[in-house]
């Protein structure tokens, strides 16, 4: 069963990028005289992502916490990473956000072209002068009015711990005066087998935290904001894998949005 299952997940996600992408060209074309920050293709790309969730009979997700109002205002949106299925489960929110990826994902055919017209950025791990370059873009993309979603651990975790965030994130929220969206992520550890082609059933969920403001913040205060933001989805993380585990998603449930009705004020 899992085979088959697997089988069919792979087939669908492969058929939703090959027909997705031209619709994708005509979204590009005929917006991107008057889009600069790819605003639109991008959420076309994200719904991509959305629907290939969606196809997995086997994954349940819920989407809760802050509601933005204004999804045009910019944030550095922060997360942990627990699996390749983090990317499909964030695509569940109802923003654009550009993605700060590794560069062999934009090498994949259909699907890396698309992410360069969506406007995500390529990354080196490991490249310091790639990870200035990047960071340049996601400031252009800032000021482009979209936020931008990076996963400040850089890599997944081998295990249930957190990795220590590294501070790009958090220095290019305060130099560009944006604030910090704190996203914490749950279950999907075991959505995907590392290594593997297999897909596994998961109940999986992410929350939305109110955001943290960077306004007067110096470089100084860089360690703090990053610290600060790691205990704060390392603890919520923890609340949420718990009330997945236990409170079962009823089958097919597949949360659209924030339903949580707290303002997106800022913390």
């Not at 220095?171 to 995907?192: E, F, H, K, N, Y």
Request: net charge positive.
């Amino acid at each position: 069963m899992q085979r088959l299952v697997s089988a069919w997940v792979w087939t669908a996600w492969v058929l939703i990028v090959l027909l997705g992408f031209p619709v994708a060209c005509v979204i590009f074309a005929a917006t991107a005289p008057f889009d600069p920050g790819r605003y639109a293709v991008g959420r076309w790309f994200r719904l991509l992502g959305k629907a290939a969730a969606a196809a997995n009979p086997w994954w349940r997700i819920r989407v809760s916490g802050v509601r933005i109002d204004d999804p045009r205002r910019p944030y550095v949106a922060v997360a942990n990473h627990e699996s390749y299925a983090d990317i499909m489960l964030l695509c569940y929110l109802p923003w654009e956000m550009k993605w700060l990826s590794k560069k062999t994902i934009f090498n994949i055919p259909v699907m890396g072209w698309m992410m360069r017209m969506a406007g995500d950025i390529p990354v080196v791990r490991g490249d310091r002068d790639s990870g200035l370059d990047a960071l340049a873009q996601c400031k252009d993309r800032l000021g482009k009015r979209v936020s931008v979603m990076i996963f400040p651990e850089g890599t997944r975790s081998p295990n249930d711990e957190l990795l220590q965030f590294k501070g790009g994130a958090f220095s290019l929220a305060v130099d560009a005066q944006v604030p910090i969206l704190p996203i914490a992520i749950a279950g999907t550890r075991d959505a995907m087998a590392k290594h593997s082609f297999r897909v596994n059933r998961a109940v999986a969920g992410c929350r939305v935290l109110p955001p943290i403001e960077t306004a007067g913040m110096g470089p100084r205060d860089v360690p703090a904001l990053r610290n600060r933001v790691r205990a704060l989805i390392d603890e919520t993380r923890r609340q949420l894998r718990d009330e997945l585990a236990g409170a079962p998603t009823p089958p097919n449930a597949h949360a659209a949005e924030p339903t949580d009705t707290a303002p997106s004020g800022v913390a």
